[in-house]
C-alpha cells in the first residue's frame, strides 16, 4: 500500500537523511534550473509568463510613484505587455498593500536575483520551519509535498512565504505568543489563509497572540498609509471588487485553483451556485476545527487540522498554497495510525500528493496547450474528498489529550 511505501521512509534515520538529501536536491535544482531560465529570457519567454513576474513589475512601479494604477486591471495588463512584447498572463493585482511594501526592494535587483533572493529565502525559511515542526516524519512529509513545492518553485509565487508563517504560528502557539501573533498578523499579505488558524487561537483564547496580530496589522496598514498615501486602500477595494466578478465570469484558470468554486464552476454549477457550494465546504471546514476542540483532541493535532483546512475556506486558493496544507500534514501525521487503517492513510496521502501533482501537470507546455474550459479541477476535488474523511475519522474517533500536550500544541515544543 501507499501508506505502507511512504511511511517506511521513516524507518531509520539513515533512510530519512538520504530521502531529505534527495528531495532538497530536487528542489534545489528546480530552483537553479529556473534562476537560469530568467538569466536567460527574463520573465518573458515563448509566451510563458510566470507569476513573478507581477511581484517584481509591481516593485517597480512603487518606486515609480503609481503603485495604485497596478490595482486596474486593464492598466497592469498594458504594463506587462510593455515589458513583454505583447505577452502576458491573466494576473490581476488584488494582493494588500502590505505585500506591496515586502516587494519594493526587489525592484533594485535584476530579475533573475530579485527571483533568486525572493524564492530562495521562502523555501529555506519553510524547509526550517516544516522541519522543526516534523521532527522525524519530515522525510515523509517532503516526498508528499514535493510536486507542491515544486510547483511553487516554479512560478515563483509567495506560498512557501504563507507556509512558513502558518508554520511559524503553530511552532509559537501559547508557549510563544508574541511571535505567534506576529507570524499571525505577517498573514495580512493573505488573510484569506490564516481563517481557521485565527478561529483556533480565538476559540482556545490565545488572547495575545490576537492582540498581537492586530497590532502588526494595524502598525502595517499605517506604514502603507504613509508609504504610498490613502488612495491605495481605494484602489485595493477596486481591485477586490473587479476580482470577484472575474471569478463570477470564470475568467481566471479555475483548473489550477484548489477551491470547492472551482470545482463545482467547471463542472457546470452557475456561479451563484458554485458560490454557496464553497460557502458550504468552507463551512465544514471551520466545523472540523471546533470538532476538534469540543472533543479535546491533542492541540497539536487540532491545530494541524485547521492548518490543513486553511486552503479551503476561500474560493480564490491556488495549489501553490499547498505548502500551507502540508504543515498541517506534518502535525496530524504521528496520530493517523492511531485512528485510521492503511488503506485510509494511504488516500489521505495521495490525495494531497494529487492536488499538487496535478497544478505541477497543469504548468507543463504539454498541458497549456490544451483547452483550459474542458480542464476539471482536480486538486480541488480532491480537497473535498480529503475533507469529507477528516470529518469521517474526527467523528468517529476522538484522540485522548496527552498530559505532556497540555499547553504545547506543537510537536516540536513537547
Given at each position: 500500500m501507499l501508506a505502507e511505501t511512504l511511511e517506511s521512509v521513516r524507518s531509520s534515520p539513515s533512510k530519512r537523511t538520504l530521502y531529505v538529501r534527495v528531495v532538497v536536491a530536487a528542489l534545489a535544482a528546480i530552483l537553479a534550473l529556473k534562476i537560469y531560465w530568467f538569466v536567460r529570457w527574463g520573465f518573458w519567454h515563448d509566451h510563458q509568463v510566470p507569476d513573478f513576474a507581477a511581484f517584481h513589475l509591481v516593485a517597480q512601479r512603487i518606486w515609480l510613484g503609481d503603485l495604485d494604477l497596478t490595482y486596474q486591471f486593464a492598466v497592469f495588463m498594458k504594463m506587462q505587455a510593455s515589458l513583454s512584447g505583447g505577452a502576458t498572463g491573466f494576473m490581476p493585482w488584488t494582493y494588500p498593500p502590505q505585500f506591496d511594501l515586502l516587494l519594493a526592494p526587489l525592484a533594485f535587483l535584476p530579475t533573475w536575483a530579485a527571483y533568486a533572493l525572493f524564492t530562495g529565502t521562502t523555501l529555506a525559511a519553510y524547509l526550517i520551519t516544516l522541519r522543526k515542526l516534523a521532527g522525524d516524519y519530515f522525510a515523509q512529509v517532503l516526498v508528499i509535498l514535493f510536486p507542491a513545492i515544486a510547483i511553487t518553485i516554479g512560478c515563483g509565487q509567495n506560498g512557501l512565504l504563507t507556509g512558513a508563517l502558518i508554520g511559524l504560528v503553530c511552532v509559537h502557539a501559547e508557549r510563544r505568543q508574541v511571535l505567534a501573533g506576529l507570524a499571525l498578523g505577517a498573514m495580512v499579505i493573505k488573510p484569506h489563509l490564516a481563517v481557521a488558524i485565527s478561529l483556533y487561537l480565538l476559540a482556545t483564547r490565545q488572547w495575545a497572540t490576537i492582540a498581537v496580530a492586530a497590532a502588526v496589522v494595524l502598525v502595517s496598514a499605517l506604514a502603507c498609509t504613509l508609504a504610498f498615501g490613502p488612495q491605495i486602500w481605494l484602489a485595493w477595494l477596486g481591485a477586490i471588487r473587479e476580482s470577484a466578478s472575474f471569478l463570477e465570469q470564470g475568467s481566471y484558470p479555475l483548473f489550477r485553483m484548489i477551491s470547492s468554486y472551482a470545482v463545482l464552476y467547471n463542472s457546470g454549477v452557475p456561479a451563484s451556485g458554485a458560490f454557496w457550494g464553497q460557502v458550504a465546504i468552507a463551512g465544514l471546514a471551520l466545523v472540523a476545527v471546533a470538532l476538534g476542540i469540543v472533543r479535546r483532541m491533542p492541540p497539536s493535532f487540532t491545530l494541524g487540522v485547521a492548518a490543513l483546512v486553511s486552503v479551503m475556506i476561500s474560493p480564490y486558493a491556488y495549489d501553490y498554497d499547498l505548502p500551507i496544507a502540508g504543515i498541517g500534514l506534518a502535525l496530524v501525521l504521528p496520530y493517523l495510525p492511531k485512528v485510521t487503517s492503511?488503506?485510509?492513510?494511504?488516500?489521505?496521502?495521495?490525495?494531497?500528493?494529487?492536488?499538487?501533482?496535478?497544478?505541477?501537470?497543469?504548468?507543463t507546455s504539454l498541458a497549456s496547450s490544451f483547452d483550459e474550459h474542458f480542464k476539471p479541477a482536480i486538486a480541488g476535488a480532491a480537497l473535498m474528498v480529503l475533507l469529507a474523511m477528516l470529518l469521517r475519522m474526527m467523528w468517529r474517533d476522538a484522540l485522548p489529550v496527552a498530559a505532556a500536550e497540555l499547553g504545547a500544541p506543537a510537536r516540536a515544543l513537547e
Open positions: 492503511p488503506r485510509e492513510r494511504s488516500m489521505m496521502y495521495a490525495l494531497v500528493m494529487l492536488a499538487g501533482a496535478y497544478g505541477l501537470l497543469q504548468s
